[in-house]
């Protein structure tokens, strides 16, 4: 209406007029800025939606975790972290998840977490735990020393066990046996963490650092400890048991082989004071087939202990056996299955348990598949793989059909298969680990080497793949591979010590029979720097690598001992490198104060040690660890032991 026209309204009308324009004014304001709100507050609100979802996932995760139900904790830990990557307890998650399951990777995430808040001290003892499984000492001793002088609460007996197990990495026995002795004495400590330290105070005891009456008083504890009705108390049984079946008489030490002559040496390795006490065996068979939570396993373990008791009732138990439990269910078969593998009774495996029983449980069938292998009966292996009866992992069954292949001289077609296996198990680390170690074991390196490869791409602080490749190098005995991957490891561990940074896949495992990663501290195949061509004498090399490298083999080793003392493959390609340069005291200095288990020394470091040995001297402890059989020694190292033989 034209302004002219208001002087025809009545003073009524106009001012109706004018609130009407007034309320168009505000609803077309209160629009405008709930647009403005709706577009920088849209992503605000779903951000907190999604913290609130990625904790809820995180809250089943942690509930999961208590019970062991590792593939529901896995989903949920898996599916808070996408939500909200940054959210603390989706990170808590994933970090606790993986550091319950072995997995490296927890380290990295628990570093992103103390980024975000103070950790707690059960993410501290989770930490140390996946720190020392790692070998990662640098961040178990730091999240150590957050765990003992932590103003919330004072230490627990749990924080003093793994203070013991820290000091028992880094080699100080005697702090580690205080440390355990302390946990031991403390009435607050409960059942599992007395039983984890009085095996450890088991495990370190030597004459040189335990008296009888400690020794006599740990086993006096775990038998103590063995006669409850919990599930502490069955595994107390079991390690009393696994204790009968192998050292029957034994007087409770664990001796050791000190790498370095000394009077000592000459000592007797048992134990030189006290004598521990054995359960009966009659005892222990009966509290293994009476206890109420003892499973198949054990029981077969109580006829173990029988059949160990007196071997001519091997007959009757193994009939017996079969008897109880042929019918029972698939746990049930498993157990029975491994048990007679055990045993070598591989066709009576597949009598009792024929391929229709097998094919109704995964772990039955790889069962059937181990028997049948050990009957050499590929072509019947393959068949089944082939066929299809059982779904399985299409790595896992790629791999099989390969060693099935080369088994039956199927060249072309075994080295396609497990091109097809590397490629099934595309960027997924822990399938291409099951893949990697599968093809060493089998004698197929190369595919080996590209796997190892490939998982140090997809996870570079993998520290098993990484031995992977160091063990590959060694066997070819390329002294340039050997020092590249020394390099790349170095290299991480140095400037990155902590953890992994892998981000947990959102498929679920389904990978079978994972081996355990192996702590690269352990006592496995040694780095040996030797060409094929060289050959030893009293320490003198013909054919070695230039000075150059042989200066820069020794700085990466010693750069790596000095992060990781404990490594006896570090140490042994330090000692080698100064082998090769013609320093046998400065060789020999490398095994100072280093004490391993007998019976553990890989035949390559048995060999160098045994050149070191006898170029600084010692023929006579040279010509002891010099016995290795022929078959387990590469080219190189015969021609070594053969100048140790000889006292060249």
Known sequence: MARSD??????????LRRRKRRIWLVVVLLFVLAIVATFFGARPASNAIKAWQARRHAERAFTYIDNAQWNEAQKEAIAGYQLQPGEPQALRAVARFLSRVHQPEALDFWKQ?????????EDRRDEVTIALAGNDLSVAELALKDLLTRKDSPASAADWLLAAQVARQKNETNEARKLAQKVLDDSRADERTQFQAVLLTLA????ENTDAASIDAAWARLKGLAEGKTNVALAALVVLAQHALSRPGWAGSIPSNSLVPSASKEKDDTHHGGQAQVVPPNDLVRALENHPLAKTPHKLLALDLQMHADPTQREALISRAIADWKDADAASLVALATWLDGKGEYQRQLDTIPLERALQSRDLFLQHLDAL?????????KQLLESEHFPLDQVVQRMYIARCNARLGEKTASENNWKRALEAAGGDSGKLMTLAEYAERNGANGIAEVTYATATNESPKLRAAWQGRLRLAQSSGGTKKIHAVLAGMLAIWLLFPGGTGSV???KEDTTERVPPNNSPGGTGSVPSIHRPDATHHGGQAQGVPPSEELNGIEHLAEKLVQQNPTSLPHRTLLALARLEQHRPAAA???????????????PSALVVHAAVLEANGHHEDAMTE???????????????IQGVTNGE
Request: glycine residues 4%; without cysteine.
């Open 6 to 15: 208001d002087i025809l309204l009545t003073a009524e009308e106009l001012r």
């Open 113 to 121: 977490l103390q980024n975000r808040q103070s950790l707690t001290r």
């Open 204 to 207: 370190i005891a030597t004459p």
């Open 373 to 381: 292998g050990a009957l050499d009966r590929w072509s019947e292996i």
């Open 504 to 506: 947990p896949s959102g």
């Open 588 to 602: 020999i200095d490398v095994y100072s104060n280093i004490k391993v288990a007998p019976n553990t020394l890989s």
């Open 626 to 640: 010099a016995q290795i059989p022929p078959d387990k020694l590469l080219p190189e190292e015969r021609d070594l």
